[in-house]
């Protein structure tokens, strides 16, 4: 952290990764340093954050997510070091394509009694012929849950 110009978070959010980034990690970090979260909200403290950078003019975030999202704490808004976005990071059209895709193919293989998808590779619904798709449903994760059959 003391050396890096840009951190990027893109980890999962549990007990070992909420508040990550607190305010003796921001302390570490360079002054002008730039800080994105594109993972969970409460991965950084951001109370914290906001007053690092209420105190540190030249140090910029780029937040995609918020530790009560969608609420955002006192101060956020308004540091001119700040850039906010309501939660769009998957928004590529590619990706929301293939979440499309994947919900269509869950709601078919379902009223159709297919079983549920055991690979962790997706693409063959996502980059296949449709004739070609695999007979089940893609992304149903809580299948054992549903007593649904699984390939």
Known sequence: LQEADVVSLHCNLDDSTRHLINKQRLALMKRDA??????????????ALVKHMQEHPDFRAGLDVYEDEPAMKPGLTQLPNAVIVPHIASASMWTRSGMSTLAAANVAACVNGLPAYNQMDITPFLEAPIASLPAAAPSIVNAKDLNMKVL
Do not use: Y
């Open 34 to 47: 730039v800080l994105v979260n594109a993972a969970r909200g409460p991965c950084i403290d951001e109370a």
